[in-house]
């Protein structure tokens, strides 16, 4: 199982970035996709996740209504379209696959490598 993140950039508050995550095919075989994220100087932290099939999906209250999690299975590729982006969303996104529906990062056996994103005011 392989992760590729990618996507991330700097933005001015209140604007969009989509991030992609391409995920090696064995990946699919795993019950779920998610997308975590860690600032400066804070624990890691669970954003949002997706059942591979895209039916199932979850985010944290911070980002509900501004994220968006999905998954294209013909381009094996996880994505999260952010928008309305605050200061506060400033962090390392990593994207990761797991065998149960959870939050918990323990839960993810398989992790990308990370994308920087940061919102300037």
């Known amino acids: 199982v392989q992760l590729q993140a990618s996507g991330g950039g700097l933005v001015q508050a209140g604007g969009s970035l989509r991030l992609s995550c391409a995920a090696s095919?064995?990946?699919?075989?795993?019950?779920?996709g998610a997308w975590f994220r860690q600032a400066p100087g804070k624990e890691r932290e669970f954003v949002a996740r997706i059942g591979w099939s895209g039916i199932s999906t979850y985010n944290v209250d911070s980002v509900k209504g501004r994220f968006t999690i999905s998954v294209d299975n013909a381009k094996n590729t996880l994505y999260l379209q952010m928008n309305s982006l605050k200061v506060e969303d400033t962090a390392v996104y990593y994207c990761a696959a797991g065998n149960r529906w959870s939050s918990l990062i323990r839960e993810y056996d398989y992790w990308g490598q990370g994308t920087q994103v940061t919102v300037s005011s």
């Open positions: 095919a064995r990946t699919f075989r795993t019950y779920a």
